[in-house]
């Protein structure tokens, strides 16, 4: 599992921070979180891979987080035969991009499925064989969503020595108990996988959350994940401004991770008004918070093992 | 007057050769011709002037030439008290613009005037104290507008021994002449401008062309002018391909402004699939039929002195 940054900037694009945007790479498929103007450029220079992209989640309607749909919609109607995509948001996202379909005459030669929120935080927002996103609503100036993937759990480890026990001998059995099947033995007794077979071991867990003051949603999406995405909008010195705007502190979103024991934290979505030296020092002060953390930079690309 | 080339390229954007926009800068405006995905980035890094922008012209309602324009529109507005905006275009182009305002709340804070293509190449586009700006219908797969922007005429230039012929003492009275008023001698005489100055003289020309097959919309728009952009979308070995999506090779291109007589020549909206030496080729093959011609790098500024 990799997370690629596209972009680490709040607002506007700029040289050397683009709108934020992040790639989520797992087998075989990218689940790529909001699009701002731009976003196509990056994920063509950075390789993301266009026939894998599943899943574009967006967190709401303001023009920094989705206004890269389009393009990168038209960019992926340039392959043979592209796959269909799901489009995650917030209600009003199926509107925008029909009309800019309609406006603009966009040629999209695949299905584009276009979820939106349900008010629900306990359905799922998509599933497939690997991963299931969840949302909820933040605190925003307008509806804002976050999103924590999880990757399915796998099975539990094999235990040869309960395995020899039982009587399987080394092979292919043991293969099929590993995959979940059961077996029958040449002395005409069955071997349940659970006989051989630890507790299901979790996966991994990824939040992404941006444009949001502190609230109720925080803990439930980034409750022991192993990587969250959080804005970093603010330095403390900022707090009035972060409140009015419906803005995390980088400070705060360290605490939020904290409390939550979310394990390492990427602040993303920067304020323009930080250069690279401003933007160091919000890391210093936020990662007097959080034992894990660091500010993004655009390309930066994080390989997530799985958990023991 | 400066033409500043933000963006070279056409269909998607490239990490060294952006959507095509051109900006015009002269007498403290900004006109910009056409407004990909992106154009923002470019606009601020090459200090092209956010307070000076006045006129955005766009040429079709095709997402490569639009899709920027909502982030310039909300970049416009982050500075104290923006002047109003004005919009050229086809048909259509408000309801864009009125879509994409609502569907992601775009915070704007000035008048935004829309002036859309009305079917007659006659009535100016847009008009103000410096500078005339025409339309023409070009030949695409949907409707897409050329466009020649004209700074007035200057009076003619002033001849001091005429003046000193008819009495007009060196000083205040010669300004008075030059600037088009006539003037009281002392001995009672009144001398007009017109007895001391000689013709009126050009302004400058420049247009700016893309999306098109080669039409009768052409030679208007390129007569003459001191500086043609158009679009050098293909190599004369893709000519069929061309003639399919309605657009210039950059022969065709280069031809037509010979026809018109354009004195100079700069190509824009090269394909995506030319990289740098491509680019290069497709500007010595298209040098053959214009005697003043090169291919537009991103940044490039060319700056159009008066003519004589």
Not at 168 to 185: A, F, I, M, R, T
Not at 245 to 256: G, P
């Amino acid at each position: 599992m990799q997370c690629i940054v596209l972009g680490s900037g709040g607002m506007m694009p700029m040289p050397q921070r683009r709108l934020t945007s992040l790639a989520l790479r797992h087998a075989g498929r990218v689940y790529l979180f909001d699009c701002g103007e731009g976003t196509q450029l990056p994920y063509k220079e950075l390789h993301v891979g266009l026939r894998a992209l599943t899943v574009v989640a967006t967190t709401h309607l303001h023009a920094d987080h989705v206004l890269g749909l389009p393009g990168l919609l038209m960019l992926r109607a340039q392959m043979p035969d592209p796959p269909p995509l799901t489009l995650l948001g917030v209600p009003g996202l199926r509107r925008f991009i029909e009309h800019v379909r309609a406006d603009l005459g966009m040629f999209i030669n695949y299905p584009i499925q276009v979820i939106e929120w349900s008010g629900d935080p306990q359905a799922p927002a998509y599933r497939d064989d690997q991963v299931t996103i969840y949302w909820q609503p933040l605190d925003h100036r307008v509806l804002c969503l976050g999103y924590r993937l999880e990757e399915h759990e796998r099975p539990g480890r094999f235990d040869p020595a309960a395995a020899a026990r039982l009587g399987v001998p080394c092979g292919p059995l043991w293969g099929q108990l590993q995959h979940g099947s059961e077996v029958l033995l040449s002395g005409g007794a069955i071997v349940r996988p659970e006989q051989v077979l630890g507790l299901p071991r979790r996966g991994r867990h990824v939040a992404f959350i941006t444009d949001t003051a502190p609230c109720a949603g925080l803990q439930p999406l980034l409750r022991a994940v192993d990587l969250a995405f959080i804005e970093g909008m603010f330095a403390a010195a900022e707090q009035a401004d972060a409140d009015e705007k419906r803005h995390l502190t980088a400070i705060q979103a360290a605490q939020a991770a904290r409390r939550a024991e979310a394990r390492r934290v990427i602040l993303v979505h920067l304020s323009p008004r930080y250069d690279a030296a401003a933007a160091q020092a919000l890391g210093v002060e936020a990662a007097a918070h959080h034992p894990l953390l660091e500010v993004a930079r655009d390309g930066l690309l994080v390989e997530l093992p799985l958990p023991d």
